[in-house]
C-alpha cells in the first residue's frame, strides 16, 4: 500500500548512506567527513557520533591551549636569559688604564685636594723652558734639576730631563731618565716614542726600538702621533706595506686638520715606495691642474720625479713648494727621508743647505724643534744625523708656528 512505509517503525527504516565531503585538517592533509542529516540521527539515537564529535572538538581546544602554552613558554624563556644576562654582567665598569693622575693630599677637613706646582719651582721651570729655547741644555737640566731635588712631584719631569739630554747629545744619561720616567709613569707614550728613537742610531728600528714604537701605541691608542711614529719607523725599516697601515691608523685618529695635509702626504710618499702610485693618481691630477696647488702635492709631485731619478724635474716642483710661504711646513716635509736621503743630489742639496746654514763652530748646534711630528727622519743612521728628534707635543705645532 502507498503508506506502508509510513507504518513501518522508525528503528525497522534503512539507514540513508550519509553525504561524503573532502575537508583538510590545519596540516593540509585532506581526509573523508560524512555528513548526517539531523532528521537521521540525534545525541539519543547515535551516541557513538557524538561522543567522536565531542573527542574532537575538545582535541582542537587541546591544540589551541598547547599552543599558548608553547608562546607563553617561550617569553617566559627569553625574559629569564635577559635577567640572567643582567644579572651577570659586572655593575661597575673598570675604569680605562690611564696615566698617573696628579699628586693629591688631603686637608683637614678630609677632602681630597690637587696639590698645585708651587711658585718657586713654576718660576724654575719657566727659567728651563728659555734655556733650552735658547739651546743652552746644560743651563736648563740644572735648572730643572733644582725643582727635582726640591722633592716636589712634578708629573713629565723625568721625561723633559731626558728630552733634555737628548738635545744636548748625551745619549747613556738620556736612557736612564727615559727608564726612570717609565718607572714612575711619567709620560709613557712619549717616553717610549723617545727611547725608541734613541734606539734606532745602533739597531736601525730593529729589536726593542720597534717594540717601544708599538708599546706606545698600547699604551697610548688614541693619540694618531703615536701610530705615526710607528708608521715612520717601519718605513725606515723598508717595510712599506706594514707602515701603510699604521699611517692610516695615525689618520683614522687624527683630530688636528692643520696636520691632515703631512699625514696624507706620508701616506702618498709610502705608496710611491710601495709603486703603487696609481691609488692616488685622479686626484693628483685634479689637484695638479689648479693654479696654485699645495705644497703637499708639490711635494708629491716631486717625490715621483725623484723616485724616477729626475732631480732637476723634482727640483723645480720644490721652488714652486717654498714659495707657498710656509717655511717651517717646508723644512718639516724636505726633512722626510723619502727627501733626505738625495739630499747630496746636485739639484737637490741646495733645498739642504739652506736647512742647514754653515755656523761658527763655537755656536751651540740646535737639533730638531721638539714640536716635529716626523722624530725619526732625523735619526736616520746612513746619514749620520747624530740629534734624533724627540717625540713632540702637538704634530700640528710646528706648521701653527
Sequence with gaps: PQNASNSTPESERPIAAPASTTLRDQSGTEFEATRTPRAATSEATDPLSTRVRRGQQTAVKRNAWVGLAIQAGVLVLLAGSFMLGRASVSRTVPPPSAAPAAPETVNQEGKTTTKLLSDANSALIDQAMAAEQSSDFKKARELLEKVRASGERVHGMMFQLAQLASFAGDYPHAVPLLNDALNEGDELASTYNLRATLSSRANAFRGNGMNDFETATKVDPFDARTFFYWGGALRLAGKYQAALVRLQQALDRLREPTAEGLYRLTIRLTLIDLGQEKEFADEMNKQMALPNPGIDWLFTAAALKVRDGKSAEAAAFLKRA?????????????????????????????????????????????PEPAESPTPTESALPALGLDVPTPPPASPSATMAR
Design 322 to 366: 717654498r714659495q707657498t710661504g710656509d717655511a717651517d711646513g717646508f723644512a718639516l716635509r724636505l726633512r722626510d727621508y723619502f727627501f733626505s736621503q738625495h739630499s747630496f743630489d746636485k739639484e737637490l742639496k741646495p733645498f739642504f743647505d739652506e736647512l742647514n746654514p754653515a755656523k761658527p763652530s763655537n755656536a751651540p748646534v740646535r
